[in-house]
């Protein structure tokens, strides 16, 4: 056989740790399970057309049919490897196929809402997609940002202050990137006028923004609650036809206008990135500043304004945590979705498809926990909360795939220094 | 000890500064806040007497929570009124601890977001030993201290590990290891080897009574010998950054790894050895917080100790003496703002604003400097930025 390049080593060691997953787990889900009961999968929600509304199938059976989907999914990897290609498709059904089948071996004798699951899945994901776009923005023009979970944080409570006060939910969403932005001027201003270590300003950010809505909280919106802390939240919009297909109608077309807002962002992102002039400034001052600044590109400048947009985009992910959702705004309600969409960003290997799948993975992973926990599953719900974060310390670790990222993210770019 | 005293002055200034920048913002915010004295805008010399008396209680009533409470001392004696101070330093033993861990290997080029895992990890190991076995106190307290270091240890010193072996960030690691302790230790307190016997509540048993630290003033105050271990490892780790050969290496490391390797230097090796020396400095301090004041480990036994010990290494500027005394000083303004909500109405959530503030000009020397017009006086180690990759 001939000598395979790093590329094609990381693929095929990619292929075989697939493979010996699919042996462990057809040992546990299958061979040694004594679960018989069936599993019950429910599909309708109640507006979409009525296509199928359950499916019962017993646990071993059900293992069976998807641990074959997972045997497809390592096959066509590695045909795809053979052929010298990338094996996303069949990493893609084979992560399908040993979920489900893990689902039908825990939740024997369960039953399992599987649209609503997936519907939340998406819910839980969007601050995540939101903030792993805005870590995206920032690192590929070079700028490490920590503070997502302050830029979150800060623009879920000005959103609902402001929606509050103004007693209307558009200006609340107006006002959300407008506060992201602002605690982007901070990290922006701090890390290119004073070259102060990024990480050590992220950090401190996430502080100070969890101390000021901790305390203007504590201060305003506890004893003057109806007129401070009142906001309401959007309601789901459904789109006309396409909400109406089963399943995937209820999960993507039935959702609040943050939900298509961040379609829309996304794509705008992923096109101008890699086709735009922008995009490609911007992703040479984040891998070469000085031969960036060589052609004339003001690298420190542009650096600014992509810390600003990125804060904006934060902006209005912190605003699904109250107006996209509850309505109203409590202590530290991000609860780390900041340092999660970091994990996203990084799992998606600084690449807006990456972190998009990344996220609805994690939120995928947290509908889940939540689900088999009220169907009874006894399965620690904490391990299950613990995926997303041992996930991205295997993903950093290097033991699937090399994750790297723009080489010159975090270093502040001086002119006439290297 | 000259040398170690002598680092005392060179981390003075900019650290007064800070405060004093911090603590001015700190008092805007409080009186913008405030309804009844912006009310009084209008009429300039009524608003800036209430805004100085509203500002002047509010860091009053810190001062009194934190150091001296005059009133307790009418009531109750002398040594009484100092109950606050004894709160402030018992507040500050565990930061003093877990600052030491990130200060530690700030040095050695790392940061050490982790400091909250590892101190877990800490307490967690602390916990067993304390109420599983029981034994003569001294031997028993140390065990339990050993513990502690050796949890806390293997936890930092898997990112070291991780790092060092496959090039793994350790801030990364370190933030996704944090919240995995904090779910660990959630689902640890509901098994049955830590789940106290009649209780559904997750609470583990206490640590028996030869596992805990003698108080030192009497059962009144709770502070504990706590604090004199805390001394003996600060001066610890000065020495090893200072006096010691491997404490050179770390520095090496950490103001040039390339430099170092070609030097000679196992920049690896130093990495995991440095991760696991810090974490076992936090899980030091998890044994002598759980044993010291806890005894029960709870899944809030950290509580923010091991985030705000990051503030704490950054305003100490990294160096062991000014962690110690950053250490007291945050102690202090915790402490003292559990009174400012009862003694004025502010909440003590502005606590952590200044905290914040502090740190945010410590880490910007330049603006400092800009503010109050200072040339080169102003020493500052900033922390060398560094990017993901290297």
């Avoid at chain 1, 960036?292 to 400048?301: E, F, L, Q, R, T």
């Avoid at chain 2, 004041?293 to 950054?314: K, M, N, P, Q, R």
Wanted: proline content about 4%.
């Amino acid at each position: 056989m001939a000598q395979l390049n790093a590329l094609q080593k990381r693929r095929q060691s990619g292929v075989v740790t697939m493979a010996i997953l699919l042996v462990v787990f057809t040992f546990i889900f299958y061979v040694t399970s004594s679960r018989v009961e069936p599993v019950i999968y429910s599909f309708y929600l109640g507006d979409e057309w009525k296509l199928i509304s359950e499916w019962k199938i017993g646990s071993k059976s059900g293992v069976m049919i998807f641990l074959i989907f997972a045997l497809i999914g390592v096959t066509i990897s590695f045909i795809q490897f053979k052929n010298n290609k990338k094996i996303t498709l069949g990493s893609l059904i084979f992560g399908f196929g040993s979920i489900m089948a893990f689902l039908s071996w825990a939740a024997a004798g369960k039953f399992i809402p599987l649209t609503g699951l997936l519907q939340a899945a998406v819910l839980l994901a969007v601050p995540l997609i939101f903030g792993s776009m805005a870590g995206l923005l920032c690192e590929k023009s070079g700028v490490i940002n920590i503070a997502i979970e302050g830029q979150l944080l800060f623009s879920a409570f000005v959103s609902a202050v402001v929606a509050s006060l103004s007693q209307n939910l558009i200006l609340g969403l107006i006002s959300a990137p407008i506060a992201g932005a602002l605690v982007s001027w901070i990290l922006a201003y701090f890390s290119i006028r004073f070259q102060v270590n990024q990480v050590i300003l992220g950090f401190v950010i996430n502080v100070l923004v969890l101390g000021l809505t901790n305390f203007f909280y504590t201060v305003l919106l506890v004893p003057y609650e109806s007129t401070w802390n009142a906001a309401g939240s959007f309601s789901a919009i459904p789109i006309p036809v396409l909400s109406k297909i089963p399943v995937i109608g209820p999960i993507l077309f039935n959702q609040t206008i943050i939900v298509y807002l961040m379609y829309l962002i996304v794509t705008v992102i992923q096109i101008a990135l890699f086709k735009s002039k922008w995009g490609l400034r911007t992703r040479a001052i984040g891998e070469l500043p000085i031969a960036a600044d060589s052609v004339g590109i003001d690298v420190n400048k542009l650096r600014f304004r992509n810390v600003l947009i990125a804060g904006a985009v934060a902006g209005v992910g912190g605003a699904v945590f109250t107006i996209g959702a509850v309505g109203v705004f409590s202590q530290s309600m991000t609860a780390g979705a900041g340092f999660i969409a970091l994990a996203c960003l990084i799992f998606g290997k600084w690449n807006p498809k990456g972190a998009l799948i990344a996220a609805l993975f994690f939120g995928f992973t947290n509908s889940l926990q939540s689900n088999l926990s009220i169907a009874g599953v006894p399965i620690p719900s904490e391990f299950m909360l613990m995926i997303p974060y041992i996930a991205t310390i295997i993903a950093v670790s290097g033991l699937i795939g090399r994750v790297r990222a723009p080489a010159a993210d975090g270093i502040p770019y001086l002119r006439g220094t290297k | 000890m000259k040398q170690f005293l002598f680092s005392l002055r060179r981390v003075t200034l900019l650290p007064a500064l800070s405060f004093i920048f911090a603590f001015f913002i700190g008092g805007i915010i409080i009186v913008i806040s405030d309804p009844i004295i912006m009310a009084q805008l209008n009429s300039p010399g009524k608003f800036l007497t209430s805004a100085g008396a509203r500002i002047g209680n509010s860091y009053l009533a810190i001062f009194q929570g934190s150091i001296y409470d005059v009133n307790l001392a009418r009531e109750s004696g002398v040594v009484r009124g100092f109950y606050p101070l004894s709160e402030t330093i018992v507040t500050s033993i565990p930061l003093i601890f877990a600052g030491l861990a990130v200060a530690l290997a700030f040095r050695a080029g790392l940061f050490n977001i982790g400091a909250q895992g590892q101190f877990i990890f800490g307490a967690i190991g602390a916990s067993y030993v304390g109420f599983n076995f029981e034994m003569s106190p001294l031997i028993h307290v140390l065990l339990v201290l050993l513990a502690g270091i050796i949890c806390g240890g293997i936890f930092g010193g898997i990112v070291g590990l991780l790092k060092a072996k496959t090039g793994a960030h350790e801030v990364i690691v370190t933030i996704m290891l944090n919240y995995v302790a904090a779910l660990f230790i959630l689902w640890l307190l509901k098994t049955s080897v830590f789940l106290r016997p009649e209780r559904f509540d997750p609470i583990a048993p206490d640590v028996n009574l030869s596992a805990r630290l003698p108080k030192l003033l009497g059962a009144d105050l709770r502070l504990h010998l706590g604090i004199f271990i805390a001394l003996v490892v600060t001066y610890f780790v000065w020495w090893l950054l200072n006096r010691s050969t491997l404490g050179f290496k770390f520095r090496a490391v950490g103001a040039n790894a390339s430099a170092a390797k070609t030097a000679g230097i196992s920049v690896p090796l130093v990495t995991t050895i440095s991760m696991f020396i810090c974490g076992g400095l936090a899980g030091l301090g998890g044994a002598v917080h759980l044993i010291g004041t806890e005894y029960a480990l709870t899944a809030g036994v950290a509580g923010s100790i091991g985030f705000d010990a990051i503030t704490v290494a950054l305003l100490g500027q990294a160096t062991p003496i000014g962690t110690l005394f950053g250490a007291v000083l945050f102690g202090a303004l915790q402490t003292g703002g559990r009174t400012l909500l009862s003694n004025t109405g502010t909440p003590s959530e502005i606590i952590q604003v200044i905290q914040a503030l502090i740190v945010l000009f410590i880490a910007a020397p330049a603006l400092l400097k800009m503010v109050f017009r200072l040339k080169k006086s102003v020493e500052s180690k900033s922390m060398a930025a560094k990017g993901w990759n290297g």
